[in-house]
């Protein structure tokens, strides 16, 4: 009889072993998707703006050359994964999109007139990473929450889960 009192205490921490361990990647799993969008929407709005400052002219004005740059500053920091980096190259993008949208664009360009429409479009994708950015951080705090408590922290060191580190959204 205590054979089997101790082989269904066995079963059943098992099965709360599982339960758990299937709640925690779960977790794990929606913060690798919501970083993948926000990947995927960076790569296509930088892809966007290196198209755009290329297609100027072979030699194009300063500004579009910052531009260039900062772009190409970020996409080294999101590669490397260097989330502050990212979140900084992030900020100073639109910082200096905004700049060349109010001066350039408004005067006079080939981007202005370009087919594609390139101002609105990357209007579009920078409300999507707002707001992929929001939802990554969500997930990451949510995943975080998960792992403070003493049964998930545990088995996620026990089982080899990542940290995950958020990445605050650049201010307005």
Not at 72 to 87: H, K, M, S, V
Request: aromatic share 6%.
């Amino acid at each position: 009889m205590q054979v089997l009192a101790a082989l269904l205490v066995l079963v059943i921490l098992a099965l709360v072993a599982f339960r758990l361990y299937t709640h925690l990647a779960v977790h794990e799993r929606r913060v690798v998707a919501a970083w993948d969008r926000l990947d995927t929407l960076l790569t296509q709005r930088n892809g966007l703006l290196e198209r755009a400052c290329s297609a100027t002219r072979a030699d194009p004005p300063l500004d579009l050359r910052a531009l260039q740059q900062l772009v190409q500053e970020q996409e080294r920091a999101r590669r490397c994964g260097d989330l502050p980096g990212l979140a900084r190259g992030e900020r100073a993008i639109r910082a200096e999109w905004d700049h060349i949208r109010t001066q350039i664009l408004d005067k006079d360009s080939n981007l202005s007139v370009s087919p594609d429409r390139l101002p609105p479009r990357v209007a579009a994708l920078d409300q999507a990473i707002t707001e992929a950015l929001s939802r990554y951080n969500a997930a990451v705090d949510a995943y975080a929450g998960l792992r403070c408590q003493w049964a998930y922290g545990l088995l996620a060191r026990l089982a080899g889960h990542a940290v995950f580190h958020p990445v605050r959204p650049p201010s307005p």
